[in-house]
């Protein structure tokens, strides 16, 4: 059974399924914010085909469990029918679709009495950094043009959950710099800290060392 069928879903006319594919498909975020307010079973349907595969990607790598990822993966999308009112469309909705998973994730580490991931400790605390041009090409664009993508999934489960995670979101899912803080609900200068690090760790798993 599908996840809405299990809540209550209502079949919905051709004219509305054309009218969200192309919402989605133009990134409307102002209609989809509407859709979610109205709770259209059409839009969350929709949605849930778009990004179940990015949802579930980041969610196993939090995770480190693919059976842990589903279950937070339904209750996410959960979440989104329950707390869709709240999303105003300000922001894109895949940085406020993850901050919902990434809240969930926390939660549940909390209750087992484990670290949060904001509770990490940065092993480079306090060290001098440097922040590479944007408009150059990263050590991890280079690295992906060159390597399968199973071989990058294994190097980056080597690399710290606190620089991993950031390194997804930044060049798996494509977010800008301003979205990544909104999602982590921390200051943009640790997001660029976070990620300039995280390249570091993950170019020295690469090259035979440790993160």
Avoid at 135 to 146: M, W
């Amino acid at each position: 059974m599908r996840l809405f069928e299990a809540v209550g879903r209502i079949p919905s006319r051709m004219a509305t399924t054309t009218y969200w594919y192309s919402a989605l498909m133009s990134d409307d975020a102002k209609a989809v914010a509407r859709g979610l307010q109205t709770r259209d079973p059409e839009l969350l349907d929709r949605l849930i085909e778009q990004y179940q595969y990015r949802l579930f990607r980041y969610l196993v790598y939090l995770t480190a469990s693919r059976e842990r990822a589903e279950d937070f993966f339904q209750e996410t999308w959960i979440r989104v029918l329950e707390r869709g009112h709240q999303y105003d469309g300000k922001s894109k909705f895949e940085a406020w679709l993850f901050a919902i998973a990434r809240h969930l994730v926390i939660d549940w580490q909390r209750q087992k009495k484990m670290q949060s991931l904001d509770a990490l400790t940065d092993p480079e605390d306090g060290a001098p950094m440097e922040i590479a041009d944007e408009n150059e090409p990263t050590p991890l664009a280079l690295v992906l043009s060159r390597e399968r993508e199973t071989k990058m999934q294994t190097s980056l489960e080597q690399v710290p959950t606190i620089y991993r995670e950031v390194l997804l979101l930044r060049f798996q899912e494509e977010l800008k710099l301003e979205e990544i803080a909104k999602v982590l609900e921390t200051p943009i200068s640790t997001v660029k800290s976070r990620l300039y690090r995280g390249l570091e760790s993950l170019k020295g798993v690469l090259q035979g060392g440790t993160a």
